[in-house]
């Protein structure tokens, strides 16, 4: 069965950082473009950054470059998100999704695969 699996969110103040997991089971990961989404409460789901299978090509929100790095170890079968300068605005469930080819969109409605979500809460 195949299943992504976030972690690493929390609690964090701001200007803190996290680094959040994405964790594939039941497939390999090197076929597959990953993305990494966020809602947060009362607002649609929205791109946040995405990596394609081989990790060659690499895209970002507009709110979160230059503060988000996103990477994949394929080793691992795992795809990481980097979280730096962290805003109370950045709050909000980060969801990984996966799509059996090799690049990536920032457009859902392309994966084919999503995890469960993880929180992540910015706040002093």
């Given at each position: 069965?195949?299943?992504?699996?976030?972690?690493?969110?929390?609690?964090?103040?701001p200007?803190?950082?996290l680094?959040?997991?994405?964790?594939?089971?039941?497939?390999?990961?090197?076929?597959?473009?990953?993305?990494?989404f966020?809602?947060?409460?009362?607002?649609?789901?929205?791109?946040?950054?995405?990596?394609s299978?081989?990790?060659?090509?690499?895209?970002?929100?507009d709110?979160?470059k230059?503060?988000?790095?996103?990477?994949?170890?394929?080793?691992?079968n795992?795809?990481?998100?980097?979280?730096?300068?962290l805003?109370?605005?950045?709050?909000?469930?980060?969801?990984c999704?996966?799509v059996?080819?090799?690049?990536a969109?920032?457009d859902q409605?392309g994966?084919?695969?999503w995890?469960?979500?993880?929180?992540v809460?910015v706040?002093?």
């Amino acid at each position: 069965q195949l299943q992504l699996v976030e972690s690493g969110g929390g609690l964090v103040q701001p200007g803190g950082s996290l680094r959040l997991s994405c964790a594939a089971s039941g497939f390999t990961l090197d076929y597959y473009a990953i993305g990494w989404f966020r809602q947060a409460p009362g607002k649609e789901r929205e791109g946040v950054s995405c990596i394609s299978n081989s990790g060659g090509s690499r895209n970002y929100a507009d709110s979160v470059k230059g503060r988000f790095i996103i990477s994949r170890d394929n080793d691992k079968n795992t795809v990481y998100l980097q979280m730096n300068s962290l805003k109370p605005e950045d709050t909000a469930v980060y969801y990984c999704a996966a799509v059996r080819r090799r690049q990536a969109t920032m457009d859902q409605d392309g994966y084919d695969y999503w995890g469960q979500g993880t929180q992540v809460t910015v706040s002093s």
